[in-house]
């Protein structure tokens, strides 16, 4: 079965750092482009950044700048570097598998994990 699993969320005061990582399983890791999404309360999912098999890179307005994304096909690991995080950045954040990038960024995956909580206190 394919398996993403999320770590590295927590609680961290606004202007600091975390890095979550999602270990995939299950798959052909470098025949997929892999994101990150997330999910604060009572609001819908939203798109936060992808990565291409070639290295293509999406990120959301929101976190460009701030946050980046990578990816270790030899460790089967896509990592999300997010730096002088806000309040706003609150959310379960998921890991998805997806077709291409811009599938990612337009909000289509085949596969997901269970997510990562992060919350950024002022």
């Known amino acids: 079965q394919v398996q993403l699993v999320e770590s590295g969320g927590g609680l961290v005061q606004a202007g600091g750092s975390l890095r979550l990582s999602c270990v995939a399983s299950g798959l052909t890791f470098s025949g997929y482009a892999m994101g990150w999404f997330r999910q604060a309360p009572g609001k819908e999912r939203e798109f936060v950044a992808a990565?291409?098999?070639?290295?293509?890179?999406y990120y959301a307005d929101s976190v460009k700048g701030r946050f980046t994304i990578s990816r270790d096909n030899a460790k089967n690991t896509v990592r999300l570097q997010m730096n002088s995080l806000n309040v706003e950045d609150t959310a379960v954040y998921y890991c998805?598998?997806?077709?291409?990038?811009?599938?990612?960024?337009?909000?289509?995956?085949?596969?997901w994990g269970q997510g990562t909580q992060v919350t950024v206190s002022s």
């Open positions: 998805a598998a997806g077709q291409s990038a811009r599938g990612l960024k337009e909000g289509r995956y085949d596969y």
């Open positions: 990565r291409s098999r070639d290295g293509t890179t």
